[in-house]
């Protein structure tokens, strides 16, 4: 293939995709890992569509065992290659375990006579399976963004990446098989819809459960828990589990609006009704119709409204404001409050009539304290969440962070958790930082520490090579040959070590 200091797009290549298995090996969920996966796959072949598809080998249920995406693909155009699995070009490579390069598979004497081929026209595809023996699945590349076809190198850097994903994947496989072995809500999640919620402790999977036994239900549900606990989250799952699931999910917080408002919103009004009421407007009831009305903070519902919220619930009747025409509602209400609505109604700021309808089924949210073992899950779920949101690298929490973390308390719970990862996300980005360290989460305790922020091992090693390289090119006046003989490395290194610390000879 010639000297690579020949090429040094090659080199640089190399060096890059080398540098994204690293950081594809430091990922810890097996969602997040495939969708980074197939993405450096299309990214490092230059494809215009991508599919993956891995498969559990020890699972006991293969459709539970196997798990696929797609890259700029719809989801029609999924489910078309998903059914191509077993049969022509991705079966090859499974069949085979060799990668398939074909620049025309329209043209191809091996796959011409397929119909799918025929079907969609497809031209240029690289197909490599995942792993050696046994292959644990395949990734398939369809389409070149630039014109032209794949080159022998495309395919060469696609099976290179194929082949080191397995033994990645097994990892994180194992570690899902050792989480699920002990997760009280595996089974919840495998009949509900609940990919939301992260978290295997046992509280989480008390509320999960109370909140599945409501949702078949045409019944008041009464959320409760401390602020930023999930309780809209939950709302929407049990609306998502319901029988009302195909209707509007319509959300008010009572908290939000001031109090002259609140009646008009939820109740909607009549042209004329007010001086601004040029029109009608439905309302929050009207918009719920076929399906669930959720009230957050339904503790600071005006005391002269509640009445007629009660009405609602018992006759399924209400009144705009400005009409004297009765309205039929088929709603299922859902609340939320982080108020003692108990002591709300020993001082009367409450009808107890009201919220003996609301509490037909309760459902308590814990707070973060009393769910403290799902903290490592949730700081990697939110982190990948705020990275992808703001298109940063992926960054994992460090140890030292994840214990400053654990050690610290979250009046604010969830919601306070995610905020302070974000802003943590944030600086350590701008420091240009490959980890989330506790002096980002915490940069209160940077400010009162004289002492510099201890270096990781990995931040240590590389600022010792740099400063070892940058003086052998002073002391050889940059002959880069010297250099390599002088620190017994190879010349290509010392070019890539050069780049890769964004070095400058400086004039005299």
Request: charged fraction near 30%; proline fraction near 5%; glycine fraction near 6%.
């Amino acid at each position: 293939m010639g000297d690579p200091l020949e090429d040094p797009q090659r080199l640089k290549r190399e060096r890059d995709l080398y540098l994204a298995l690293l950081r594809l090996g430091r990922e810890t969920e097996l969602e997040a890992f495939l969708e980074e996966a197939l993405a450096l796959l299309v990214a490092a072949t230059g494809a215009a569509q991508g599919y993956l598809e891995i498969r559990d080998e020890n699972a006991l249920d293969e459709a539970e065992g196997t798990w696929s995406l797609g890259h700029a693909c719809s989801s029609a155009e999924i489910d078309e290659i998903r059914k191509r699995v077993s049969r022509g070009i991705i079966a090859e490579a499974l069949a085979t375990g060799r990668t398939v390069l074909t620049h025309s598979a329209l043209l191809d004497e091996r796959f011409n006579s397929r119909e799918s081929v025929r079907a969609r026209g497809i031209e240029a595809v690289i197909c490599a399976p995942i792993g050696g023996d046994p292959v644990h699945g395949v990734v398939y590349l369809e389409g070149r963004k630039e014109p032209g076809t794949f080159s022998e190198e495309d395919s060469r850097c696609a099976e290179l990446l194929a082949r080191h994903l397995a033994p990645l994947a097994d990892r994180l496989l194992a570690r899902r098989r050792a989480d699920e072995a002990g997760d009280p809500t595996r089974e919840l999640r495998q009949r509900h819809r609940l990919d939301g919620f992260i978290g295997r402790s046992d509280a989480i999977a008390d509320a999960l459960r109370q909140a599945m036994l409501a949702a078949p239900l045409d019944v008041n549900v009464l959320l409760t828990g401390p602020s930023g606990s999930g309780k809209s989250q939950l709302a929407r799952a049990i609306h998502d589990n319901s029988p009302r699931a195909s209707g509007p999910f319509v959300e008010l917080n009572c908290a939000a609006l001031p109090e002259g408002l609140v009646e008009s919103e939820l109740f909607g009004w009549v042209a004329g009704a007010h001086s601004k009421a040029d029109r009608s407007n439905p309302g929050k009831v009207a918009g719920a119709e076929g399906g669930t009305l959720f009230l957050d903070e339904i503790g600071e519902i005006p005391y002269e409204l509640q009445s007629k919220l009660l009405q609602l619930l018992q006759s399924r009747q209400y009144h705009p404001l400005g009409s004297a025409k009765a309205m039929r509602a088929d709603v299922r209400l859902i609340a939320a409050t982080n108020t003692d609505l108990e002591r709300a109604v020993r001082e009367r700021r409450f009808r107890e009539d009201l919220y003996f309808r609301l509490q037909v089924l309760p459902v308590e949210l814990p707070s973060l304290a009393r769910r403290r073992e799902d903290l490592p899950l949730l700081v990697s779920h939110l982190s990948a969440t705020v990275c992808k949101r703001h298109r940063f690298p992926r960054l994992e929490a460090s140890r030292s962070a994840l214990a400053a973390i654990q050690a610290a308390e979250w009046p604010g719970n969830v919601r306070q958790l995610e905020h302070a990862l974000e802003a943590a996300a944030i600086r350590a980005a701008g420091e240009g930082s490959d980890a989330i360290e506790a002096r980002h989460v915490f940069p209160e305790l940077a400010k009162r520490s004289s002492e510099p922020a201890p270096q990781t091992f990995h931040q240590a090693t590389r600022a010792f090579q740099k400063g070892l390289l940058e003086r052998a090119l002073k002391e050889c006046d940059w002959n880069v040959v010297e250099v390599a003989r002088r620190l017994d490395l190879a010349r290509s290194h010392v070019y890539n070590l050069i780049r890769g610390f964004a070095l400058e000879r400086q004039s005299d």
